[in-house]
């Protein structure tokens, strides 16, 4: 067999659709003549190769793989017909001795041939796993910690940084572009929800966030029941319901209500089916409780240009709902004011710049494993409340 040239390599890989580099070319021919393969031999084993590695294009790298594959296979094949030489030449029969010498002959009797361990294959041996004892996850665990309420370093300063700085803090004066937060509660057990306010005033943006505690039983902290989050959807809807009026200067309709005249209403984007995929054809507008008991409408978005919509999403929308039977025929979607302060600019904020800014920083976890109510966290907040920071970062 003549040895494959350039050429020959390079027609191979084409007519095999492969992708070779041009530079690995020369050791394709070398690989053929160390192992005595012919183009179209080495393509279609360089495809089977390529294909169980994942590899797109050969390489000078991949092709050093490749020989150390094909290095292997040579050395199972070597081993394999010597070992088939050896059997041949070594008698399979064993004859008693003292049988030989009388010349009885007595039954052959023939032994399994052991199985000869195959030499190693020619590659850089795999480096041994060192056992992690100390730091693998199995042994890994978090240390022990004491009761939090037996502490005894609650509240004590470890190091001090800028010291000086305190002597510039006045804990009852307040910026002039602070954040006023409204708190509300009647028991020690509680909720919370929050609700951000925004207005101008005198070209400062200024804003209000109201904390409402709602009284009840005990509650679990990181839990909410499913009536519960009904009852917080319902009422983030009425809100903004509420905003929308104040805003628009207008009194929103009632979701489902009929009407031959242009109407406004407010309410959730949800999908007609439970488990559907929202798209332009099956999108309902599902109104608060308060006003409208629940009820859902099917929108026409027919000669709306474009709407991006998701379920859940709170929208105002004006358009003309007919007959109960029918789609409500939306005309636009109502554009609606941002609830979070607008940036303050720049020169303002120089202004009122007369302190420092303080900033609280808090690691977690905020609770033990054995305290799911979640005490630490709660004694951040208390102390957060009486120092006052411009800044909680948890």
Same mark, same amino acid.
């Given at each position: 067999?003549?040895?494959?040239?350039?050429?020959?390599?390079?027609?191979?890989?084409?007519?095999?659709?492969?992708?070779?580099?041009?530079?690995?070319? *020369?050791?394709?021919? %070398?690989?053929?003549?160390? &192992?005595?393969? =012919?183009?179209? #031999?080495?393509?279609?084993?360089?495809? !089977?190769?390529?294909?169980?590695?994942?590899?797109?294009?050969?390489?000078?790298?991949?092709?050093?793989?490749?020989?150390?594959?094909?290095?292997?296979?040579?050395?199972?094949?070597?081993?394999?017909?010597?070992?088939?030489?050896?059997?041949?030449?070594?008698?399979?029969?064993?004859?008693?001795?003292?049988?030989?010498?009388?010349?009885?002959?007595?039954?052959?009797?023939?032994?399994?041939?052991?199985?000869?361990?195959?030499?190693?294959?020619?590659?850089?041996?795999?480096?041994?796993?060192?056992?992690?004892?100390?730091?693998?996850?199995?042994?890994?665990?978090?240390?022990?910690?004491?009761?939090?309420?037996?502490? *005894?370093?609650?509240? %004590?300063?470890?190091?001090? &940084?800028?010291? =000086?700085?305190? #002597?510039?803090?006045?804990?009852?004066? !307040?910026?002039?572009?602070?954040?006023?937060?409204?708190?509300?509660?009647?028991?020690?057990?509680?909720?919370?929800?929050?609700?951000?306010?925004?207005?101008?005033?005198?070209?400062?943006?200024?804003?209000?966030?109201?904390?409402?505690?709602?009284?009840?039983?005990?509650?679990?902290?990181?839990?909410?029941?499913?009536?519960?989050?009904?009852?917080?959807?319902?009422?983030?809807?009425?809100?903004?319901?509420?905003?929308?009026?104040?805003?628009?200067?207008?009194?929103?309709?009632?979701?489902?209500?009929?009407?031959?005249?242009?109407?406004?209403?407010?309410?959730?984007?949800?999908?007609?089916?439970?488990?559907?995929?929202?798209?332009?054809?099956?999108?309902?507008?599902?109104?608060?409780?308060?006003?409208?008991?629940?009820?859902?409408v099917l929108l026409d978005l027919s000669q709306v240009p474009a709407l991006e919509a998701f379920p859940g999403k709170l929208v105002a929308v004006?358009?003309?709902?007919?007959?109960?039977?029918?789609?409500?025929?939306?005309?636009?979607?109502?554009?609606?004011?941002?609830?979070?302060?607008?940036?303050?600019?720049?020169?303002?904020?120089?202004?009122?710049?007369?302190?420092?800014?303080?900033?609280?920083?808090?690691?977690?976890?905020?609770?033990?494993?054995?305290?799911?109510?979640?005490?630490?966290?709660?004694?951040?907040?208390?102390?957060?409340?009486?120092?006052?920071?411009?800044?909680?970062?948890?």
């Amino acid at each position: 067999m003549s040895t494959p040239t350039a050429a020959d390599v390079t027609a191979a890989f084409t007519n095999n659709s492969l992708d070779i580099k041009q530079d690995a070319v *020369a050791t394709c021919v %070398e690989l053929c003549k160390e &192992f005595a393969l =012919s183009a179209e #031999s080495l393509a279609e084993q360089w495809d !089977v190769f390529a294909m169980n590695a994942s590899i797109q294009v050969a390489t000078i790298d991949s092709l050093g793989r490749f020989r150390a594959m094909l290095f292997d296979q040579t050395n199972k094949r070597a081993i394999k017909r010597e070992t088939k030489e050896t059997l041949k030449g070594k008698s399979m029969v064993k004859k008693e001795p003292l049988a030989s010498v009388y010349g009885i002959h007595l039954p052959t009797v023939h032994e399994t041939p052991k199985k000869r361990q195959a030499s190693a294959s020619f590659q850089s041996p795999d480096a041994k796993m060192a056992k992690a004892s100390v730091f693998s996850p199995s042994s890994f665990q978090s240390p022990p910690s004491a009761e939090y309420a037996s502490r *005894a370093n609650a509240g %004590e300063v470890v190091d001090s &940084f800028n010291t =000086s700085l305190k #002597s510039q803090i006045n804990v009852d004066g !307040v910026r002039g572009d602070a954040v006023k937060v409204e708190c509300i509660h009647t028991d020690t057990h509680m909720s919370m929800s929050v609700i951000p306010l925004s207005y101008r005033d005198d070209e400062i943006s200024k804003s209000n966030v109201r904390i409402i505690m709602h009284a009840g039983a005990a509650n679990n902290f990181m839990y909410t029941s499913m009536s519960d989050r009904a009852i917080a959807l319902d009422q983030l809807l009425v809100d903004f319901q509420t905003r929308m009026e104040a805003q628009l200067a207008i009194d929103c309709g009632a979701v489902g209500d009929p009407s031959p005249s242009h109407v406004t209403v407010c309410g959730r984007i949800v999908c007609e089916a439970p488990e559907g995929k929202l798209n332009a054809s099956v999108v309902q507008l599902e109104g608060a409780r308060k006003y409208c008991g629940g009820q859902r409408v099917l929108l026409d978005l027919s000669q709306v240009p474009a709407l991006e919509a998701f379920p859940g999403k709170l929208v105002a929308v004006e358009g003309i709902y007919n007959d109960s039977r029918h789609p409500m025929q939306v005309k636009r979607f109502i554009e609606v004011r941002s609830l979070f302060p607008e940036p303050v600019p720049f020169a303002v904020t120089i202004a009122n710049d007369t302190a420092p800014v303080r900033i609280f920083t808090a690691a977690g976890p905020f609770t033990p494993h054995n305290d799911p109510q979640y005490q630490p966290l709660s004694d951040l907040i208390a102390v957060a409340a009486k120092q006052k920071p411009d800044v909680v970062i948890l």
